[in-house]
């Protein structure tokens, strides 16, 4: 297969798994029933040496935004923010109260401080998905490790006559684990969250005649906080400057969560911008040292 052949075959797969990663995110039902929590995917930028600056960002879905960045400043040491933004609307069929329509809204930032320590394959060339050597990815294990507090709020209203509306402020605090290997057809990642979530303030307006309603508030404030895990698995393939991925979530499920009366699986599908490769922002002496001893 000669060069250009060889370009053609690998953006051609690159094309079709971002057709499959985006008929994954949108037949996923993802906010449907997301009413007082939605998770996130956690801190899967992969930060692996000193100055590594990256972007990610969901594709967006039926009401869906979340985007990420993070920094290293120096070796091991690895900071990133997080900003999600969901909103749904549902008619009769497919909320549980028979109210004529109900309309979810909610946001949450994410700080989050972590370490990571990357081992190389030894005598092994980067990922060939382009022949030009600085677009490749190295290959190798990371592993990294998070801690991080996000604050926000989500707001429900349920049509009914009168209208009945609820606001609650949260709090949440998480610690997580991941391992992410690249080889030569991509990255797989998985990563382990340990969460409490904290109802701190809310404010519900309207008569909370309806025993479903009423059930939820009381089970938030006799569960509050409330504290599970979540895993996440993302594959994503493409170059060093920037990738596409695919991954799903799931929570661990619990019976004093119910009145949270969300979803155990979400899936998604986005893009990974490394923006010190894109603006050359790296020490290039750096890159050179790192790619030493790895060959063609």
């Known amino acids: ?124 060339a980067p990922t060939k998905l382009f022949i030009s050597r600085n677009v490749t990815l190295e290959q190798g294990f990371l592993f990294d490790l998070y801690a991080g507090y996000s604050f926000g709020e989500v707001h429900n209203t349920y049509s009914k006559d009168p209208n009945i509306y609820s606001r609650f402020k949260t709090g949440r605090t998480h610690i997580q684990a991941g391992v992410h290997w690249t080889f030569r057809l991509g990255t797989l990642s998985y990563t382990f969250r340990y969460i409490n979530l904290d109802f701190k303030k809310g404010k519900v307006e309207g008569e909370l005649n309806e025993p479903q309603l009423f059930d939820i508030f009381d089970g938030i404030q006799a569960n509050d906080p409330f504290n599970f895990t979540e895993s996440s698995f993302r594959y994503q393939i493409g170059i060093r400057q920037v990738r596409i991925y695919t991954g799903m979530t799931f929570r661990k499920a619990r019976e004093n969560m119910v009145p949270l009366d969300e979803r155990q699986v979400i899936v998604t599908a986005g893009l990974v911008f490394e923006l010190d490769e894109i603006f050359g922002k790296k020490n290039v002496a750096e890159q050179v040292s790192d790619d030493e001893g790895i060959s063609d």
């Open 1 to 124: 297969m000669n060069t250009e052949n060889y370009k053609c075959y690998k953006m051609n797969r690159i094309i079709r798994f971002l057709i499959l990663a985006l008929a994954l995110a949108s037949s996923s039902d993802n906010l449907d029933a997301q009413r007082y929590y939605f998770p996130n995917e956690g801190d899967m930028l992969m930060l692996a040496d000193k100055g590594d600056i990256k972007l990610s960002s969901v594709f967006p879905g039926e009401g869906l935004y979340t985007t990420q960045i993070g920094y290293s400043p120096v070796k091991y040491l690895s900071v990133s923010g997080t900003f999600l933004s969901s909103r749904f609307d549902s008619g009769i069929d497919s909320n549980p109260f028979g109210f004529s329509q109900t309309s979810y809204k909610g946001h949450n930032f994410t700080g989050s401080v972590g370490g990571y320590y990357m081992i190389k394959m030894k005598n092994t």
